[in-house]
Structures are given as structure tokens and as C-alpha cells.
């Protein structure tokens, strides 16, 4: 009986949003999600996430060519991804300054540059994806922006993957724009 102003989906749950918002139909928010999860499975055991209690600025500090920023959840919490040896190096360097933080226990590196392969194989499985334009306002994750929908095409699900999670730029978008009740 819920019905929202907006929405905005992080990560994997923007493929629901984008359903919710009318610019995906349900078989196709299940084609991409179908095939994620199998193109994932090549990159399984290659990459790791840790979630990081840090601004976006100060988890930046940490990235280095195998570490990268992966999210930006909130002004004082974000995600890192990368290999897992250099994202337990960071972790012990964490520790060490008394930096809360948590191995997200994934097996793989989304929203960074080993999901490379991940994105080429996603694009070429969702090409003749035609998103329609939103029924109801939707916030790109992607672009941190209001989004018009036609935008969802096989390329964004692509860059969704391997760029990062500019969810704190959303909300506050959303805020900006004049929502002030969020529901998770």
C-alpha cells in the first residue's frame, strides 16, 4: 500500500527500482539479473569488498591500482573493492588506526575495474534492451541525477556494474529535490 514519490536502488536493487519505476518490465529486470549472476561466476575468487567506516574522501585514501572505491553509502561510510590480498592489507591498516570496517564476504569485486569482463559480457547479453521512459521518478545510483529511464539500456546496466555507487549523491539529490521521508 506504499506508494513512494521516487526510488532509488543500490547496486543490484537498482534493477528492482528500475522494475518499480516502470522502466523495466519484470522479464526484463530478470534477464539482467540472470545474467550478472552468470557472468559473475567467471570472476568468482578473484576479488573481495570491505565495507568501511569512512567518507568517500577518506576510503579514497586507501585505493591504490588493486583497491578501489567501490560505494559511497553515506558521509561516513563506504565500500572498497578490489583483490582480496591488498583489500586485507587495508583491513589490518584499519585496525591498526582503529578504523571499524567489515569483510562483506563476496568472492568477487563489483563496481570496480575487475568487473571489465563482467560489463563487456553483460552489454553484449542485454543488447535490444529497450528501457522505457520512468513512470515514477527514479535517482540513477550511476550518475547520482534524476534519470529519464530510456537511459537503462544494456550499456548503463554495464558501467552500473563496474563504476562505482554514488548513493550518498543520491539521496542527497533526492533531498535537494524535495523528498524528505525515505523508506528502506
Same mark, same amino acid.
Given at each position: 500500500? $506504499?506508494? *513512494?514519490?521516487?526510488?532509488?536502488?543500490?547496486? =543490484?536493487?537498482?534493477?528492482?527500482?528500475?522494475?518499480?519505476?516502470?522502466?523495466?518490465?519484470?522479464?526484463?529486470?530478470?534477464?539482467?539479473?540472470?545474467?550478472?549472476?552468470?557472468?559473475?561466476?567467471?570472476?568468482?575468487?578473484?576479488?573481495?569488498?570491505?565495507?568501511?567506516?569512512?567518507?568517500?574522501?577518506?576510503? %579514497?585514501?586507501?585505493?591504490?591500482?588493486?583497491?578501489?572505491?567501490?560505494?559511497?553509502?553515506?558521509?561516513?561510510?563506504s565500500v572498497l573493492s578490489g583483490e582480496a590480498p591488498a583489500l586485507k592489507a587495508? %583491513? %589490518?591498516?584499519?585496525?591498526?588506526?582503529?578504523?571499524?570496517?567489515?569483510?562483506?564476504?563476496?568472492?568477487?569485486?563489483?563496481?570496480? *575495474?575487475?568487473?571489465?569482463?563482467?560489463?563487456?559480457?553483460?552489454?553484449?547479453?542485454?543488447?535490444?534492451?529497450?528501457?522505457?521512459?520512468?513512470?515514477?521518478?527514479? =535517482?540513477?545510483?550511476?550518475?547520482?541525477?534524476?534519470?529519464?529511464?530510456?537511459?537503462?539500456?544494456? %550499456?548503463?546496466?554495464?558501467?552500473?556494474?563496474?563504476?562505482?555507487?554514488?548513493?550518498?549523491?543520491? $539521496?542527497?539529490?533526492? $533531498?535537494?529535490?524535495?523528498?524528505?521521508?525515505?523508506?528502506?
Open positions: 500500500g $506504499i506508494e *513512494p514519490a521516487a526510488v532509488v536502488g543500490q547496486s =543490484l536493487g537498482e534493477i528492482a527500482a528500475a522494475h518499480v519505476a516502470g522502466v523495466l518490465s519484470l522479464t526484463d529486470a530478470i534477464r539482467i539479473v540472470a545474467h550478472r549472476g552468470r557472468l559473475m561466476q567467471g570472476v568468482r575468487g578473484l576479488g573481495a569488498m570491505l565495507a568501511v567506516e569512512l567518507g568517500p574522501e577518506d576510503a %579514497a585514501r586507501f585505493t591504490n591500482g588493486s583497491v578501489w572505491l567501490a560505494a559511497s553509502n553515506s558521509p561516513s561510510a587495508v %583491513a %589490518a591498516s584499519l585496525l591498526e588506526r582503529g578504523i571499524h570496517h567489515r569483510d562483506l564476504g563476496l568472492p568477487y569485486a563489483s563496481h570496480c *575495474p575487475q568487473m571489465a569482463p563482467v560489463q563487456r559480457g553483460l552489454e553484449e547479453a542485454l543488447r535490444g534492451l529497450q528501457p522505457r521512459a520512468a513512470v515514477l521518478s527514479i =535517482l540513477s545510483t550511476l550518475t547520482g541525477r534524476l534519470a529519464e529511464g530510456t537511459e537503462f539500456d544494456a %550499456a548503463y546496466w554495464g558501467r552500473q556494474l563496474r563504476e562505482p555507487v554514488r548513493f550518498v549523491e543520491t $539521496i542527497n539529490t533526492a $533531498i535537494d529535490r524535495g523528498h524528505e521521508v525515505f523508506l528502506e
